[in-house]
C-alpha cells in the first residue's frame, strides 16, 4: 500500500490539494499514516492567535490595588484649603468631569464593544498566514529535491560513446510530479503567480524526463542538457527556492485590527 508524504498531509490538514477524499480513504485503512497525520495536526494546531481576555467588574479595583502604594501619602490635612471659595469651585468642575467619565464607563460597558470583530479578524489573519509559512516551507522543500534530480540528470555521464543510463532519475522525478502539481494549484488559488510559473515550467521538464528514454546517448542527453539551460529552469529552482527561505524565516509583520 503506497503511503502519502508529510506534504501531503499538511495539505490535506489545510483543505487543499484535489486527492483529499483519497487521502481521508487511506487515513482510515492505514494505521501508520494516521499516526503521522495525528501528530502533523497536533503540531499545526498550536499555531493559533491568542484570545483577548475580558475585564470583569473588578478590574478597577485591581488596577487600584496595584498602584495605590506608588501615591505619595498626604503629610498635611488636606480639607481646610479646599474650603475656600475658589477650591470649592474648581472641586465642583472635578465632580461634574468625573461624574462624564463614569457615565462613559457604564455605557462602554453596556453598550457591545466594536473592537470585537477587528480582532476576531486579527486571528483569522494569523491563522492564515500561519498556514501560508507551513505551505511555503513545504513547497521550498520540494524546490530542493527538484533540482537534485535536474543537476543528476545533466551531471550524468558513462564511458565515452557509451549509453547512460537516467532510469534512477526518472523514478526520482516520478515521485515529484504529483506533488508539483498540489503545490502548483495551490499556488495558483493563492495568487502567487511567480512561485505557480516556476513550478508550471517544472513540471513540463520533469514529465519529459519520465516520459523519455530510460537510457540516453551522449547527443541525446546533450540535448536534454540544453533545453534545461534554454529554459534557465534551475536558475529559476535556486532562486525561487532561497526566496521561499526567507519568506519562512522573516518575522511576521503587525496587523491593524481597527
Known sequence: MPHYSEDDLIL?????????????RHLGACSSCAAAYRQIAGTLSL??????PERDERYGLEVWQRIRHQLPEQETAWWPAWLRWDRLAVAGAAAALCAIVIAAFV?????????????????????????????????????????????????????????????????????????NRLYREAAARAGDTMIADVLDDLERNL????????????????????????????????????????????????????
Open 12 to 24: 490535506y490538514y489545510y483543505g487543499e490539494g484535489r486527492r483529499r477524499a483519497d487521502i481521508e
Open 47 to 52: 499555531v493559533t492567535a491568542p484570545e483577548v
Open 107 to 179: 455605557a462602554g460597558r453596556l453598550w457591545p464593544r466594536q473592537d470585537l470583530p477587528g480582532m476576531k479578524m486579527a486571528a483569522s489573519d494569523t491563522a492564515t498566514e500561519a498556514g501560508t509559512r507551513v505551505r511555503m516551507a513545504a513547497i521550498s522543500d520540494h524546490l530542493e529535491r527538484s533540482e537534485r534530480v535536474l543537476l543528476d540528470v545533466m551531471n550524468a555521464s558513462g564511458a565515452r560513446g557509451a549509453h547512460i543510463d537516467v532510469s534512477d532519475a526518472q523514478g526520482w522525478a516520478a515521485d515529484l510530479i504529483d506533488d
Open 207 to 258: 514529465l519529459e524526463i519520465v516520459h523519455g528514454p530510460s537510457t540516453l546517448t551522449p547527443a541525446q542527453l546533450e540535448q536534454v542538457r540544453v533545453r534545461l539551460d534554454a529554459a534557465a529552469l534551475l536558475f529559476k529552482v535556486r532562486v525561487l527556492h532561497d526566496e521561499l527561505r526567507e519568506r519562512e524565516t522573516a518575522p511576521a509583520l503587525p496587523r491593524k485590527t481597527t
